[in-house]
């Protein structure tokens, strides 16, 4: 059971360098979610999918972009990457109904940016 | 090792203690409210969840509550165990805009 996986584990950036953190999952979901953990600062949402073609701004999006071209996968685009980027990202996705949208989260990636 | 979470509120309980973790939320659009609990290294995993129709809903040893008046979740876990270690985070989600919002986090140390 696969379930969510994110690649790659870690990553070492230059400042200015561009690269895509990939994320994809094979429970069929509809909702994926990127997020970012900083120490002392939980988890906040930088983009989020409804579904394939669809996808939204989260609390932290400025830096990132991101695309939903099939239900499986929901790449995450750092465009020029900046030491404030270093972080642990992790990719979550879920079945949403009505009363529950429980994420199933990847095992991170992390990454540095020197 | 793991650089996440250094500057997290700790709570320390006595192992077979029951744990109480709180949360403050401040949307009050959110209607759907879920504990995670993260262990070192590793992606958060569901625990409970409530929705704001509700006020306290009951897991295997956890229980959780929310007082939408106050806007204040907790977690409650019966008989901490060792494998209880670990961060807990709460999370909210506006059904309107389907927006999930992640909390600080606590650290839970369950000490011998």
């Known amino acids: 059971n696969a379930g969510v996986t994110q690649t790659p584990k870690f990553q070492v950036l230059k400042t200015g360098q561009s690269m895509t953190l990939q994320c994809a999952q094979d429970?069929?979901?509809?909702?994926m979610s990127w997020y970012r953990q900083d120490p002392g600062m939980g988890l906040r949402l930088i983009h989020y999918?409804?579904?394939?073609?669809?996808?939204d701004q989260g609390e932290v999006p400025n830096g990132y972009n991101v695309s939903r071209s099939t239900t499986e996968d929901f790449p995450l685009r750092l465009l020029s990457a900046a030491p404030s980027q270093t972080s642990v990202y992790f990719c979550?996705?879920?079945?949403?109904?009505?009363?529950?949208?429980?994420?199933?989260f990847g095992a991170g990636t992390r990454l540095s940016v020197l | 090792g793991e650089s996440v979470g250094l500057h997290l509120p700790t709570l320390s309980v006595q192992e077979g203690d029951n744990s109480i973790i709180n949360c403050a939320y401040s949307?009050?659009?959110?209607?759907?409210f879920i504990w995670y609990k993260q262990e070192s290294g590793k992606g958060p995993q569901f625990i409970i969840d409530?929705?704001?129709?509700?006020d306290k809903r009951q897991g295997q040893r956890v229980t959780v509550l929310l007082n939408k008046t106050v806007k204040h979740l907790s977690l409650q876990i019966a008989a901490t165990q060792p494998g209880d270690s670990a961060v807990y985070f709460c999370?909210?989600?506006?059904?309107?805009?389907?927006?999930?919002?992640f909390g600080t986090g606590t650290r839970l140390k369950v000490l011998a």
């Open positions: 409530i929705r704001s129709n509700m």
């Open positions: 979550a996705s879920s079945h949403r109904t009505v009363a529950k949208n429980i994420q199933y």
């Open positions: 949307n009050s659009a959110s209607d759907y």
């Open positions: 999918s409804v579904g394939a073609g669809i996808t």
């Open positions: 999370a909210e989600e506006d059904s309107g805009t389907y927006k999930y919002i």
């Open positions: 429970m069929n979901h509809e909702y």
